[in-house]
C-alpha cells in the first residue's frame, strides 16, 4: 500500500530564506509526482507535474526533483515570500488516483 | 477557459438528509475524481469517472455513497443519510487523459449538523 509522508509539518522562515520541503513514498511504482499549494480555506493550485521518467522540474522560484529508487521528491523555493504562505502537498500517481502526503505548513514572515 | 467549478461551495446539512455535490470538469475533460479531506487530515481518493462510466470506486465507502457523470450535465457526488462523520471538504478535479495533471476545483465544505 503505498504511504506518502511529508517532512516537515510546519515551516515557519523570514522573508528571503531559500526553503527545500521534503515528500518521500514507499512504492517507487509511480507515474509521476504532482506538487500543490493549499490556501486556507481554498481549493488546490497545482505547482509542477514530474512525470517517473524525469528527474526534475522548474516554474519560475520552484523546482522540483524526484528519484524514484529511492522514494523522494524536494521542492526547493528560491527567494521566499510572504505570498508563498501556504500548506504545500505532494501526491504520488498509482494508476488512477493521486495517493497525498498530509502536507508540510509554510509560513513566510516579512 | 473556466477552471473546474464546484457547487455549492457550503453545503449544511442536518443528519439523516441528502447531500448533493455538482463538479463541472474543465472544458474538453472527460475525467472527475473526487477527493474528501476530512479536518485535519489529507486528502483521500474517493472515486474516478469518465462519461457515463465508474471507473474506480474503491475510496468510497459501500454505503450511503453514489457518483455519477451523465453524458450531458456535471458529475455528482451524493451522501444519503449524512451523519456528523460526513462533514468534510469534497475536492472535484479534472483531466483530459489519466495521466495528465488534475486540476481541482475550489471544493464543497459539507457541515452536518
Known amino acids: 500500500k503505498q504511504e506518502v509522508t511529508q517532512i516537515p509539518a510546519a515551516l515557519s522562515v523570514p522573508e528571503g530564506e531559500n526553503l527545500v520541503l521534503n515528500c518521500s513514498f514507499t512504492?517507487?511504482?509511480?507515474?509521476?509526482l504532482q506538487w500543490f499549494r493549499q490556501d486556507p480555506g481554498k481549493g488546490l493550485t497545482s505547482l509542477l507535474l514530474?512525470?517517473?521518467?524525469?528527474r526534475e522540474q522548474t516554474s519560475g522560484r520552484l523546482n522540483a526533483s524526484l528519484d524514484k529508487s529511492s522514494g523522494r521528491s524536494t521542492l526547493y523555493i528560491a527567494a521566499s515570500q510572504p505570498g508563498d504562505s501556504a500548506t504545500y502537498l505532494c501526491?504520488?500517481?498509482?494508476?488512477?488516483?493521486?495517493?497525498f502526503g498530509t502536507g508540510t505548513r509554510l509560513q513566510v514572515f516579512p | 477557459n473556466a477552471g473546474v467549478m464546484q457547487n455549492p461551495r457550503h453545503l449544511v446539512r442536518r443528519r439523516g438528509q441528502e447531500a448533493r455535490l455538482r463538479c463541472s470538469p474543465m472544458?474538453?475533460?472527460?475525467?472527475v475524481y473526487w477527493y474528501r479531506q476530512l479536518p485535519e487530515e489529507g486528502l483521500k481518493f474517493m472515486v474516478y469517472?469518465?462519461?457515463?462510466?465508474?471507473?474506480?470506486e474503491s475510496g468510497m465507502p459501500k454505503e450511503r455513497f453514489s457518483a455519477e457523470f451523465p453524458k450531458e450535465g456535471p458529475s455528482i457526488l451524493r451522501i444519503q443519510q449524512v451523519v456528523r462523520g460526513d462533514s468534510a471538504a469534497y475536492f472535484c478535479?479534472?483531466?483530459?487523459?489519466?495521466?495528465?495533471?488534475?486540476?481541482f476545483g475550489p471544493g464543497t465544505r459539507l457541515l452536518v449538523l
Open positions: 478535479a479534472s483531466s483530459p487523459s489519466p495521466g495528465e495533471t488534475q486540476y
Open positions: 501526491a504520488v500517481r498509482n494508476t488512477d488516483k493521486l495517493i
Open positions: 472544458k474538453g475533460h472527460s475525467h
Open positions: 514530474i512525470q517517473s521518467s524525469q
Open positions: 469517472l469518465q462519461k457515463e462510466n465508474i471507473i474506480d
Open positions: 512504492d517507487s511504482a509511480i507515474y509521476n
